[in-house]
């Protein structure tokens, strides 16, 4: 599994192109220590492609709601298509703080994860 470094989104923005890298055949992971994380992912093949997100807990207390279950994030990328997936909850992340994505196939498959800077 490849760690990805999360870039950073200012006021003056991020290019995209530069940022992303080509997605690992184990999967990648990426440190998710706070509430505004997100991963790019684009996809040029021609077969639509899945990223798996699988949370870390199946299960958890929501204010309000009592336990509540967490299912995986599962999402379809379609040929030329980029996404943005995210912010992830705590609930995703692994013992070290980072999130895990696998792929059905990573060929032509480019990932990247970007942590919107908040205003000060």
């Given at each position: 599994m490849a760690k990805l470094t999360v870039n950073q989104i200012s006021e003056l923005g991020v290019e995209l192109?530069?940022?992303?890298?080509?997605?690992?055949?184990g999967g990648d992971s990426f440190v998710n220590e706070k509430?505004?994380?997100?991963?790019?992912?684009?996809?040029?093949?021609?077969?639509?492609?899945?990223?798996?997100?699988?949370?870390?807990?199946?299960?958890?207390?929501?204010?309000g709601f009592g336990i509540v279950d967490k299912d995986p994030i599962i999402v379809d990328i379609a040929q030329n298509e980029t996404k943005l997936i995210g912010p992830?909850?705590?609930?995703?992340?692994?013992?070290?703080?980072e999130v895990n994505v696998t792929y059905d196939d990573e060929t032509d498959v480019e990932v990247g994860a970007f942590e919107l800077d908040p205003l000060r």
């Open positions: 192109s530069g940022a992303l890298t080509a997605a690992a055949a509430p505004n994380v997100f991963l790019a992912v684009l996809n040029t093949n021609a077969s639509t492609r899945q990223v798996i997100i699988n949370p870390n807990q199946t299960s958890t207390s929501a204010p992830f909850a705590q609930v995703f992340n692994d013992i070290n703080g």
